[in-house]
């Protein structure tokens, strides 16, 4: 079961294409744990399982929203590029962070993960085009 936990001080003080967040509210007991990843401003939810070695995004971006994401099982490696900066980051479960619009990321499964992920805009456009830009 995931835990929530606060990424090393050394990443988050680093770390300037993406924001390492706190869920808005966590509680554990006997019975498991509730983690409450966002709470306002969400207009899409997609829950992701990919297979160690996969690789997801392929250095896109989104030009309307914002991504935050919470590990919910797994690891893997976000690589983050605007511009001329590049970084990146390997996350694990109970870790959450917020990719900001016009960051192009790609993520690396480093194990078998399931995440979900929180979109601040919807990716698919009224027009029927994506907010999906490589």
């Given at each position: 079961m995931p835990s929530s936990k606060n990424p090393p001080t050394e990443m988050r003080d680093t770390m300037k294409l993406l924001e390492i967040i706190e869920p808005d509210f966590s509680f554990a007991d006997e019975r498991g744990l509730l983690v409450q990843i966002a709470h306002?401003?969400?207009?899409?939810?997609?829950?992701?399982?990919?297979?160690?070695?996969?690789?997801?995004?392929?250095?896109?971006?989104?030009?309307?929203?914002?991504?935050?994401?919470?590990?919910?099982?797994?690891?893997?490696?976000?690589?983050?590029?605007?511009?001329?900066?590049?970084?990146?980051?390997?996350f694990a479960a109970g870790d959450a962070f917020r990719i900001p619009p016009n960051v192009k990321h790609t993520f690396d499964y480093l194990e078998d993960t399931y995440l979900?992920?929180?979109?601040?805009?919807?990716?698919e456009l009224p027009d029927g085009t994506k907010d999906i830009y490589t």
């Open positions: 306002k401003d969400v207009a899409q939810v997609n829950a992701v399982f990919t297979k160690k070695g996969a690789v997801r995004g392929n250095l896109h971006y989104h030009k309307q929203a914002a991504e935050t994401f919470y590990i919910l099982t797994g690891k893997v490696r976000v690589t983050l590029v605007l511009g001329d900066e590049r970084e990146e980051a390997v979900v992920g929180l979109y601040s805009a919807r990716v």
